[in-house]
């Protein structure tokens, strides 16, 4: 069990009002049409930021004194054994890096519909520890029947449906959990800013006591926090760099994949990421992404070609499919799901001007499989066989993939980490793969063909 006794969460404020903007948190003293820092206009708004409270609120008090931290040479400094607390899944735990840090503070963002109250409900289900479940916008019934489809029966963990902070931590004081999950942040509000709840003053007070509170008390706590329409989290971007972990997570709801990446994380790396299947019973790790990426059809079609890509630290094989036709309407349509549009009309483009390939009167048409998005440039030469695959109506062996980008001159450029994007295919079984001439290997013994090309018509000759 923790101690509270020596947390004390008291303000001494005077009343102040300013003008903030809802959009980046830029504060003024007067209101303006449009936001200087981030360009918006007519997102000031007047918010009272601070007031005296009519009463102080101090649930936790301590008869002794803090300690004064004092400067310490670096080498005199001692680190002891990371601690951490594992939970049952293990994509979560590899976002992480190995686990949650007691104390530590992580932000969860995502789409609305895309998981993320399913997610930390699974594993506030499946935490030997004592969870303390706060959630302001479900009531406790609701999650209850959510709980009940996830199929998860015996569990410590305790459903708090409040906004009020400091009817919160008055439950803490009592329950004494050992992980807060906090659903979600723009719900909250506290006495000790009078704006509406979601405002950048709530936010950063709510934020502030939590922090304080996770500090003090070595409880980890985990946010939930909504995004704006440019899809980062939502309130002031002060809020991101309070934190210690600030997750994404990522999917279409039309799929039912889901991809928790780490845009931030102060206890491990941010190249790790976690995949994940939605289902009827929650959401489902995905151990092995590549089987469910490729299809398993027979059928040999034109436009098809598997690239090696690397998400995060982790290698795997996507699909990737290309349509070309004659333009119907006189100006040729180019379209792209999961892949840059920019970067497909540079393909194109190399294409006709250093290959001969007459694709500018023609409709293009490029999909990434499964309904992921990946900015791996190793994947160009994929699309480039996929291009011509559809365009000379030529199907492409299942065998063979592909890991290489594509330079402006028409060149075929290595990329970072290749044995990895090889061991990953010879592991899968394919035959062959396509690697830049200049890679390097560091051995030779390798069980999977390896073909270098150092230009297009090399791709061409070695596939038609």
């Not at 909250?188 to 996770?214: F, M, N, W």
């Not at 349509?323 to 799901?337: C, D, E, K, M, N």
Request: glycine share 6%.
């Amino acid at each position: 069990m923790h101690s509270y006794k020596h947390l004390d969460i008291s303000f001494m404020a005077k009343t102040k009002t300013t003008y903030l903007c809802q959009n980046c948190g830029a504060q003024y003293a007067r209101w303006q049409g449009q936001c200087n820092a981030c360009k918006e206009w007519n997102t000031l708004v007047e918010e009272v930021i601070e007031k005296k409270p009519e009463k102080t609120w101090k649930p936790f008090t301590s008869s002794t004194p803090k300690k004064i931290s004092k400067p310490q040479r670096i080498n005199d400094i001692k680190i002891g054994k990371e601690i951490r607390i594992p939970t049952s899944n293990q994509e979560f735990n590899r976002v992480l890096g190995g686990g949650i840090v007691p104390g530590s503070i992580t932000l969860l963002g995502g789409e609305p519909g895309v998981g993320k109250s399913t997610l930390l409900l699974q594993l506030s289900l499946s935490f030997k520890q004592k969870v303390l479940y706060v959630s302001g916008e479900e009531s406790q019934q609701q999650i209850k029947m959510r709980a009940e489809r996830i199929n998860k029966q015996e569990s410590n963990c305790f459903i708090l449906s409040e906004t009020k902070t400091q009817h919160i931590f008055s439950q803490i004081e009592a329950l004494e959990p050992e992980i807060l999950i906090i659903d979600s942040i723009q719900t909250l509000h506290t006495d000790y800013a009078e704006s509406s709840p979601g405002t950048v003053s709530q936010i950063r007070e709510c934020t502030a006591e939590l922090i304080k509170y996770a500090k003090e008390t070595n409880v980890p706590v985990i946010l939930i926090g909504h995004i704006n329409k440019e899809g980062s989290i939502a309130g002031p971007k002060v809020l991101e760099h309070m934190v210690d972990t600030v997750l994404q997570f990522e999917g279409d709801k039309n799929y039912a994949y889901r991809i928790l990446r780490a845009h931030k994380n102060r206890f491990g790396s941010t190249h790790e990421l976690g995949i994940y299947e939605m289902q009827a019973g929650g959401l489902v790790e995905v151990s092995n992404p590549s089987d469910l990426l490729i299809s398993k059809t027979e059928t040999h079609l034109s436009g098809t070609a598997i690239a090696a890509t690397l998400e995060g630290m982790r290698p795997m094989m996507i699909e990737i499919q290309a349509l070309v036709s004659s333009a119907v309407y006189g100006t040729p349509q180019r379209s792209a799901t999961g892949y840059n549009l920019k970067r497909l009309n540079m393909i194109l483009a190399v294409l006709e001007k250093r290959a001969g390939f007459r694709l500018g009167a023609k409709d293009v048409f490029l999909n990434i499989t499964g309904g992921i998005s990946i900015d791996d440039p190793a994947i160009d030469l994929a699309v480039v066989a996929a291009i011509l695959s559809s365009n000379e109506d030529i199907s492409i062996s299942k065998d063979i993939c592909f890991a290489a980008e594509v330079g402006l001159a028409g060149e075929i450029r290595p990329v970072t980490r290749v044995e990895q994007r090889v061991i990953e295919a010879e592991k899968l079984g394919f035959a062959s793969i396509l690697i830049a001439k200049q890679s390097k290997l560091p051995k030779t013994d390798y069980k999977i063909n390896i073909l270098r090309v150092a230009k297009i018509e090399d791709v061409v000759d070695v596939l038609f």
